[in-house]
């Protein structure tokens, strides 16, 4: 249950964090990028039962 709440946090931290505004644009896509290897991790954990 909790993993699939961490996973719905991070699609939407992924979402929220692409450079779409203009205050955001000079950020680039490390805010989305890190979201996303956090994601993959948090899957692969769930995938090996680690979690």
Same mark, same amino acid.
């Given at each position: @249950? $909790? =993993?699939? /709440? !961490? $996973?719905?946090? !991070? /699609? !939407? @931290?992924? $979402? =929220? =964090?692409l450079?779409? +505004?203009?205050?955001?644009?000079? +950020?680039?896509?490390?805010?989305?990028?890190?979201? *996303?290897?956090?994601l $993959?991790?948090l /899957? !692969? @954990? @769930?995938?090996? *039962?680690?979690?």
């Open positions: @249950m $909790i =993993g699939t /709440v !961490l $996973i719905v946090l !991070l /699609v !939407l @931290m992924i $979402i =929220g =964090g450079p779409a +505004w203009p205050h955001s644009r000079s +950020w680039g896509y490390y805010p989305s990028g890190l979201a *996303g290897t956090l $993959i991790v /899957v !692969l @954990m @769930m995938l090996l *039962g680690r979690f």
